[in-house]
């Protein structure tokens, strides 16, 4: 899964979609128009991910999604050898990195770190967010990698 490469999706995996009651779907359309949607309390402030009904902390219904900065930096990793769906067969190694986003109060979440899958990966590196559109796909879908953030 290089960066090189158009797609990080090998064909043959399932495409995400939002579940039916549409609690994701705020997120999902969000990556397609190249943007990252949070939900965001508005009764008490506190930041979420993943989607919820309710709010974590002061459980009032519906937050709502607040768009953020796709960056943040490496809380964890790892290296993924084995495949865990059919399609992944001779797709691997590669990275998957769980992202602190301090724009966001610090919620988490997983995705694909692009480039070389044997790279060295520290925690704390800063990565920024990539879309990566599948406007083909039926239905159209978008996916947020990641890339890391040279220093300089």
Same mark, same amino acid.
């Given at each position: 899964?290089?960066?090189?490469s158009s797609t990080c999706l090998p064909p043959g995996?399932?495409? !995400?979609?939002?579940? !039916?009651?549409?609690?994701?779907?705020?997120?999902?359309?969000?990556?397609?128009?190249?943007?990252?949607?949070? &939900?965001?309390?508005?009764?008490? /402030?506190?930041? &979420?991910?993943?989607?919820?009904?309710?709010?974590?902390?002061?459980?009032?219904?519906?937050?709502?999604? %607040? !768009?953020?900065?796709?960056?943040?930096?490496?809380?964890?990793?790892?290296?993924?050898?084995?495949?865990?769906?059919?399609?992944l067969q001779n797709h691997g190694p590669y990275l998957?990195?769980?992202?602190?986003?301090?724009?966001?109060?610090?919620?988490? $979440?997983? /995705?694909?770190?692009? /480039?070389?899958? $044997? %790279?060295?990966v520290a925690i704390g590196a800063q990565v920024e967010?990539?879309?990566?559109?599948?406007?083909?796909?039926?239905?159209?879908?978008?996916?947020?990698?990641?890339?890391?953030? &040279?220093?300089?």
């Open positions: 899964m290089s960066e090189s995996l399932p495409a !995400p979609v939002p579940e !039916p009651d549409g609690l994701s779907a705020p997120y999902w359309q969000g990556l397609r128009e190249g943007r990252l949607l949070v &939900q965001r309390c508005a009764q008490c /402030g506190t930041w &979420q991910f993943g989607p919820e009904w309710i709010c974590h902390r002061c459980h009032a219904f519906d937050p709502p999604w %607040q !768009p953020v900065a796709p960056r943040g930096r490496i809380y964890s990793w790892e290296r993924v050898w084995h495949p865990s769906h059919r399609a998957v990195v769980l992202v602190e986003l301090p724009e966001a109060g610090g919620v988490r $979440m997983l /995705g694909n770190l692009l /480039g070389d899958p $044997m %790279q060295g967010g990539v879309f990566e559109p599948h406007e083909d796909a039926a239905p159209p879908y978008a996916l947020l990698q990641w890339r890391r953030i &040279q220093p300089g």
